[in-house]
């Protein structure tokens, strides 16, 4: 019971985060919404018991969003034009019970579940040794993924440097 109130929960932020990183008309706002969606994922990750996933969801994408930032900042300069308006009480106090709220959920989750004693077993036939992984990751035989990797690598700074480019006052 407790699960499917989180499901829906976690969905809900998901689908209204979603649909307000769409329709926003300000940049930072829609990064600030696409991290919530992407937090939203990996707690359903997280929910199902794929821990490993939920980890890389947050470690990837948040690590994504952030350079999301960084563009956002270069390409628009926003920082420097934002208004400085005071926050109504109102405001504030939606603000403390939101917070108190995402921490009374979180310290549900943590009594909630046993993240200690569950374990996930796989079929026989898929296990493999964390060295057999590291080895086929740097290898640049028929099965490795040595050569994927730094195409993505060279993809990545070639946007990089095309952002850079753009971003240049000329």
Known sequence: ???TVLFI????????SGILAVTTKHIMRA???????????????????????????????????VVLYIFALMLTGQHD???KVPAATIKKAAALIASLGGAAL?????????????????????LTSV??????????????????FEAVSILLLACIIGGLVIARKR
Request: proline content about 2%; overall charge negative; charged content about 10%.
């Open 31 to 65: 990064a600030t919404y696409l991290i919530f969606v992407l937090f939203g994922t990996a707690g359903l990750y997280f929910l199902m018991g794929y821990t490993f996933l939920g980890s890389v969801q947050v470690m990837v994408y948040a690590g994504g969003v």
């Open 131 to 148: 060295k057999t992984l590291g080895t086929q990751l740097v290898a640049s035989d028929k099965y490795g993924f040595l050569l994927p």
């Open 9 to 16: 929960i976690i969905a809900a932020i998901i689908l209204i």
């Open 106 to 126: 979180m310290l549900f989750i943590f009594i909630s579940h046993k993240f200690a004693t569950t374990v996930l077993t796989a079929p026989s036939e898929q």
């Open 1 to 3: 019971m407790a699960q």
């Open 81 to 83: 034009n934002d208004e």
